[in-house]
């Protein structure tokens, strides 16, 4: 199942510079967009998510773009600091081509390492 | 701030056996969810359960997988028999509403070790 694709595993980025994370997806069905952060031995952990019908939704240092005509988005974090540090997901919500209101798909997660 | 608990932490079990996992949702939130992740793989939803009834599965949630909410607080993830391959950390996850605006809050998750 590869409908939620996060093709960067890695990204390193200095202490107050902006970390962008990209995803892409392929099914157009999907109605939400949501991105978590997860430490080691917890569970995912939600920052904020995005309507299909929206192309962008801040809170505080986080943003969420919504591209739908490349089915990509991407989180903007800024200024980063050290303890965003975490495995950052991307997931879609539905995509049944009816109502769906179970399921989210997750990507692969990306690395996110902020340095000082 | 309001949280999804989850438990054992980490629960080991010989092959064959029947595994709980057990969560308590946050309790003003109506739908509930269970996901695993594989170590080195992807979250993968499992099930969604609303009203006292599943809601959607996923094709890994065959048989073998069974989910109950045996009153008003607790909502459980049963094994029947368990096999290598379920070795997994288990996610049970809840929400207030179907709009997925607010997002679905996680627990920590069951580590679940088949040997």
């Known amino acids: 199942d590869q409908q939620v694709k996060q093709n960067s595993p890695s990204l390193s980025v200095q202490e107050g510079r902006i970390s962008i994370l990209n995803c892409d997806y392929t099914?157009?069905?999907?109605?939400?967009f949501l991105w978590y952060k997860k430490y080691p031995a917890e569970g995912p952990t939600f920052l904020i998510s995005?309507?299909?019908?929206?192309d962008k939704n801040e809170d505080g240092r986080f943003t969420v773009f919504l591209n739908k005509s490349a089915k990509h988005l991407s989180l903007h974090i800024v200024p980063s600091q050290p303890g965003d540090s975490a495995v950052y997901f991307c997931?879609?919500?539905?995509?049944?081509?009816?109502?769906?209101?179970?399921?989210?798909?997750f990507g692969q997660g990306t690395i996110l390492t902020v340095h000082p | 701030e309001p949280e999804v608990t989850q438990t054992p932490s980490h629960q080991v079990t010989q092959m064959g056996q029947e595994v709980i996992l057990r969560c308590v949702p946050i309790?003003?939130?109506?739908?509930f969810y269970w996901y695993r992740q594989i170590l080195g793989q992807k979250v993968e939803f499992l099930v969604s359960?609303?009203?006292?009834?599943?809601?959607?599965k996923s094709e890994i949630f065959d048989d073998q997988f069974s989910v109950e909410r045996p009153d008003g607080s607790n909502f459980t993830l049963k094994i029947r028999s368990t096999k290598l391959e379920d070795s997994a950390m288990y996610f049970c996850?809840?929400?207030?509403?179907?709009?997925?605006?607010?997002?679905?809050?996680f627990g920590s998750g069951t580590r679940l070790t088949v040997v």
């Open positions: 995005i309507s299909s019908i929206k």
């Open positions: 997931a879609a919500r539905g995509g049944a081509g009816g109502t769906s209101y179970g399921k989210l798909t």
């Open positions: 996850a809840s929400s207030e509403a179907v709009t997925a605006l607010l997002g679905y809050t």
């Open positions: 309790s003003n939130h109506l739908y």
């Open positions: 359960f609303y009203n006292n009834e599943i809601s959607e």
């Open positions: 099914n157009s069905m999907f109605d939400y």
